[in-house]
């Protein structure tokens, strides 16, 4: 069957239609990642976005429910260059086509989807419509793609309410600690978030007990912390900062999630306690930017964002470079940033934004880029280990 990808700048691109369908209007941007297409589509900050995946072929290797990042996919629509049917790997569940159908997900392949990305790069993210209807007119279509706007989405894809995940490590045959453990198969299938390592030694609330803030949350954000040794809260975006200071956590993690960070102002009024507080925080890409406006500076709308595994950042203090993995359209502006409050620990080395902020006097850090990152490099993982580590310190002092 024919589908159509129309941009609001009236261009028109043919293709054959494959997922669920229906016709939807959305914001349309492209991830340069060669691998890892199931985690972009089960990445909760996709959502209100069209997704167009730069590598030319997509579904070679299925779908693998143990290595989605959270219960569903998010984005509206999925744009490939080439459509991969039948895919081979010993692990997979189904395939790609057979996902989106579940998931109610459409997608339009064999498009020129490097014409596509040089359309959004030179002149910017713009809206877009997948159909399959033939007759389309574009008169009454693109005033409808201008006026359309992600909304309050972080509302969407928060936990309805909140759940616990208990600190452990797996343990190999030997005794010594593995960082290998999966999801729990039939725990993600009722839609829940919770992991569960084939071998493994429970902690018994030994671990750092640690809240997190669900904006959009990757699992394994949750499943890093675990790994760690945390007993992880996961709280729905809305809770108020008095229910999270009154658990008592010894750290407090701020996730990643969608859509213009400046509309979540109840979020950022919340945050503005937590900042007040002792407690130690670190936050990662939409917690980054919260955090951010919530003590005074300010973001904006990239031309294109920064979407893909491939993404260098500089360590600020030690001038060490990291390949990271990114997803994000907005930015903190470098130019607002009061020095007193906090200043630049990560740039882009493509662009020079900003990619994390050091705090002055307090115990929060905060990143652009995803450390957590699976599928991805996970290079920058070294950063859950200096939040335990900030946590360990702030005991101390309490104990002394």
């Known amino acids: 069957m024919k589908a159509f990808l129309v941009l609001e700048d009236g261009t028109v691109f043919e293709g054959t239609h494959f997922g669920a369908q229906k016709e939807v209007i959305s914001e349309i941007v492209f991830n340069t990642s ?37 219960r569903k996919a998010w984005p509206d629509g999925f744009i490939v260059r080439e459509l991969s049917r039948n895919y081979s790997n010993f692990r997979a569940d189904y395939s790609i086509q057979e996902f989106l159908v579940e998931n109610d997900v459409p997608g339009i392949a064999g ?19 997948i159909t399959t209807n033939e007759n389309y007119n574009l008169d009454e279509i693109i005033p409808k793609l ?8 972080v509302e969407k894809v928060t936990c309805k309410e909140k759940y616990e995940i208990k ?13 290998s453990a999966k999801f729990d198969k039939e725990a993600f299938e009722a839609g829940k978030r919770e992991m569960k390592p084939s071998l493994v030694k429970e902690l018994n609330g030994k671990g750092k007990k640690v809240a997190l803030l669900d904006y959009g949350a990757k699992d394994n954000i949750a499943y890093s912390l675990k790994l760690r ?48 507080t002792e407690i130690p925080i670190f936050a990662i890409c939409l917690g980054h930017q919260l955090m951010a406006l919530a003590t005074g500076a300010d973001t904006y709308k990239m031309k294109y964002g920064h979407r893909g595994g491939n993404h260098p950042v500089k360590d600020l203090e030690t001038g060490r470079v990291y390949i990271s993995s ?9 130019d607002k940033l009061d020095p007193k409050i906090a200043v630049p620990a990560f740039i882009n080395v493509n662009d020079g934004t900003n990619e994390g902020l050091k705090y002055t ?34 005991a101390a002092e309490v104990t002394k």
């Open 34 to 70: 060669m691998a890892g297409y199931l985690e972009v589509l089960t990445d909760p900050s996709y959502a209100g976005q069209a997704v167009c995946m730069t590598y030319p072929l997509i579904g070679n290797y299925g779908v693998c429910k143990d290595d989605c990042e959270s």
């Open 111 to 129: 498009i020129d989807t490097r014409a596509l990305t040089k359309i959004l790069r030179e002149k910017g993210t713009m809206n877009g419509m």
């Open 146 to 153: 201008k006026a359309y706007t992600t909304g309050k989405v």
């Open 167 to 179: 600190g452990s490590v797996s343990l190999m045959e030997n005794g010594a600690l593995s960082g």
């Open 229 to 276: 040794g945390c007993d992880v809260t996961v709280y729905p975006a809305q809770t108020k900062a008095e229910e999270i200071i009154a658990s008592n956590p010894d750290g407090i993690m701020l996730s990643n999630g969608p859509g213009d960070p400046k509309e979540c102002t109840d979020i950022i009024n919340e945050i503005k306690k937590l900042y007040d």
């Open 326 to 334: 990114q997803n994000h359209g907005y930015v903190v502006d470098m």
């Open 361 to 394: 006097g307090k115990n929060i850090f905060t990143v652009q880029f995803h450390p957590e990152a699976c599928c991805g490099p996970q290079d920058s993982g070294y950063l859950f280990d200096r939040f335990i580590d900030m946590m360990n310190k702030k």
